[in-house]
Every structure is written in C-alpha cells, then in structure tokens.
C-alpha cells in the first residue's frame, strides 16, 4: 500500500479502491495529470472472440481513466497477436490467422463500447497491426532490436519462470516484449500517449517501453499496473467451475453473469464493490461488512450493479427477478440458459443419466451417476433418484427447468 498522498482525481481513485500495484513514477504522473489530460493506454491480443471477468479490473481502469477526464486508448494486438505473450505460460499459444483475428477483435469491441466513450474527442481504439505489420526487418533489428539487452530480456521474471522449468520458449515468442515496447514508442510518436497501464505480470514489459522511448527520444513516459486478483479462497478471479466468465452477452448469458457475481464469497463482496462498481468507497465499505444473512442484499447489489454497467440496468433487473423466482419461489425464471435435445430423441425417450450427458449438462455418463446417487438433480424442483428414469416429449413439453446441485439450472427444451 503506497503512502503517497495524490493530487490528481485519477490516482486518487486508483489508491483509495485498490486499483494500484506499483507505477514507475507517482509524482511525475500526478503533476501531469493535473496539468492536464493525459493519454493512456491498454494493450489487448485478440486470443478470444470476447474478453473475460480477468479483463473487467482494468477496463474499469480505463473508465475512470476517461471520467476523470483523460483519454483511454484501447489497443488492440493485432499485430502482436500473431506472435502471442508467453508471459507466465507453460507453452506457446496456438497462432490464428488475420480473418480469426479479425474476428476476436471485433467481439471485443462490442465489450468496450459498454464502459468507454468512443465520441470524435473520446477514447480511442486503435490496432497495432497498423504499424507492426509493416515492419522492415533488417530496419527494425537495426533502430530497435539494438536497444534491447538479451542478458537484460532473460532475467524478466515472466521468461525466467518459463526457462527454469525447462519449458521451451521460441524465438518468435521471445520477440513479444521487443514489439509490445515498440508499441508504446509509437503511440507516444502518433498520440502523445505516455501511460502504459495492465495488470502486474506486464510490469517487464512496460519497462521495455519505457527505456526504449527514452533511448529512442529522450521523453519519459511511464508505467502503471494493477493488482492480479484472486479471490479470498485463492482461486484466480475470472474463473468458474464453468470456465472462463465471458463479458459477451452471447458467450455468457446476463443471468449467468449476474449469478457469478452473486455468489462471490463474503469476503471479497467490499473489495469487488470498490474495483468493479461505481459505488462511493465508503458504501462498499458500509455494503461490504454487513454480517450474517445481510450480506447477501450486498451480493445482489454487486451483481445488479456489475451487470448493470456490462449488459444494462434491465438485463440487471431481469437477472434478479430470475434469481429469486428460481431460488426463493421455486420457479423457472425467464432468463435461464435454454439447452436442447432433439424433439426426435424425446419422442423416443432418453435416461436421465444420457439426458444429462446429451444436453451437454454433465461431461460423462459416470458424472451423471454420481449426481444423481448424491440427490444433487431435480426436474422442476423434484428430486431424481434413478439415473434411469426415461424423459420423453410429455415429460419436457413446452420446457423443463433442470437444478444441478444448489445453484446451477438450466431451462430443457426440445430442439
């Protein structure tokens, strides 16, 4: 926890909700800050159609970025995508093609419109493609590859860990800090951009940037990073017994969006209100140390005010009705995902054991088993005790809610 006591409307928000890890300079960047807007930016590879619940800490970054009148850029790697971060990986990531990044970014962008501001005086989202792809190798080693150190490039923590496990690291791999610096270079160059921000595992390559603007034309700029999450029971933050937590609508439902955020554990709910809502600090905190049966009507606060900013103050109040006529009614709830089985299957009729394993509910037949011995499977609020019990056209209808366990249920209906 920094001592320093900020200036500037933006670092006060980033110290006092917990948005900083360390920057390169705090008082350089607060005097700048507060002798006017500064530009700044976060840099994105489109490794996915759609960014993720580990992405949000720092587009809400971006956002007070702009509300505390700065401009954010967002940039997407498009370039640099095509040769993938091996920044704490164990292996190289597979390498897609221009139109399936294309694609990704696309997917992205429809995530940013939500939290920033793209107005003619705005934030900006630019593509790094538009600079990388262009490159003259021969030019490039010669005004920039001599600025780096491959002594210096080995001992960043990110390449280090990877070597030490004796995991095979590619050239191509390696040239990922060099072009993220030119990055930076660049924007600096075209922008007037001088603030790199991320999360605390870019802190190495941030400082490449750094160093090679300062090398290249003797201007500081600087870095700032953020804290890399993980809730308090140590699972990484983003992640679910269901994967990743898309922020796409059509990756990841609203309600299931408004559910990941509802069943955050009492000890994170104070800490997520002030990273990932809008809320007055001293209202998280008010929210976040409520005791007892209390702190539930935080939990839905969280998840109302979360999803409101992502998919809407309505999708929001939908996925709550939902949730309460699912959970304290008994009901189906209108916003629960819909899976299928074919209506040919149910004329038929199908064990609830292959229903389950069909309807992509459960992984494996032995899974289905399992749940159904511990009692964790109801069809409209029963419980089903023989995994061979047959579901047909008549017992689905129109539409049967399915409850796995306390919190996940699905809406059946044949296809």
């Known amino acids: 926890m920094t001592t320093y006591r900020p200036k500037s409307d933006f670092l006060g928000v980033m ?6 890890a360390d920057c390169t300079d705090l008082q350089a960047l607060d005097e700048a800050l507060i002798e006017g807007p500064v530009t700044a930016y976060i840099g994105y590879d489109a490794t996915a159609a759609s960014l993720h619940v580990g992405h949000l800490l720092n587009i809400m970054m ?14 997407m790697g498009g370039g640099t995508t095509k040769v993938g971060d091996p920044s704490f990986r164990s292996e190289e990531r597979p390498l897609l093609d221009d139109a399936a990044i294309q694609r990704n970014i696309d997917g992205m962008g429809q995530v940013f419109a939500r939290y920033l501001d793209y107005g003619p005086e705005g934030a900006r ?44 690291l590619s050239f191509l791999e390696f040239n990922y800090m060099i072009l993220q610096a030119y990055d930076f270079l660049e924007l600096y160059r075209r922008y007037d951009c001088r603030l790199q921000m991320g999360g605390s595992d870019q802190w190495g390559n941030i400082v490449n940037g750094i160093d090679l603007t300062r090398r290249v034309l003797d201007r500081e700029i600087w870095g700032l990073t953020s804290p890399l999450l993980a809730t308090s029971d140590g699972r990484k933050m983003g992640k679910s017994a269901g994967g990743a937590v898309w922020l796409n609508g059509a990756m990841l439902s609203p309600y299931e969006f408004w559910q990941f955020w509802r069943n955050t554990t009492d ?65 189906a709830g209108g916003d629960l995902e819909v899976v299928t089985l074919p209506a040919a299957v149910l004329a038929e009729g199908v064990s609830v054991q292959q229903m389950l394993v069909q309807a992509g509910l459960v992984g494996s037949g032995k899974e289905a088993k399992r749940l159904i011995a511990e009692g964790g499977l109801r069809l409209d609020n029963a419980a089903v005790s023989d995994p061979q019990a047959m579901v047909t056209a008549a017992t689905v209808g129109d539409g049967i809610k399915v409850s796995i366990g306390k919190k996940k249920h699905r809406m059946l209906r044949p296809a």
């Open 125 to 168: 989202m630019l593509n790094n493609a538009e600079w990388l792809d262009g490159l003259n190798y021969l030019e490039f080693l010669r005004d920039i590859g001599r600025h780096f150190s491959v002594n210096r490039m080995l001992s960043f923590e990110s390449v280090k860990s990877r070597l030490d496990r004796e995991q095979s």
């Open 62 to 75: 971006l956002r007070w970025f702009q509300k505390t009148g700065n401009r954010p850029i967002t940039l």
């Open 15 to 20: 110290i006092e909700r917990g948005y900083l």
């Open 267 to 331: 000890a994170d709910v104070g800490r997520f209100l002030k990273l990932y809502t809008e809320l007055p600090v001293a209202e998280c905190e008010r929210l976040g140390a409520l005791g007892g049966s209390e702190i539930n009507a935080a939990k839905v606060r969280l998840a109302n005010e979360v999803t409101a900013l992502l998919h809407g103050p309505d999708a929001a109040a939908s996925a709550e009705a939902t949730a309460r006529e699912v959970f304290e009614q008994g009901g």
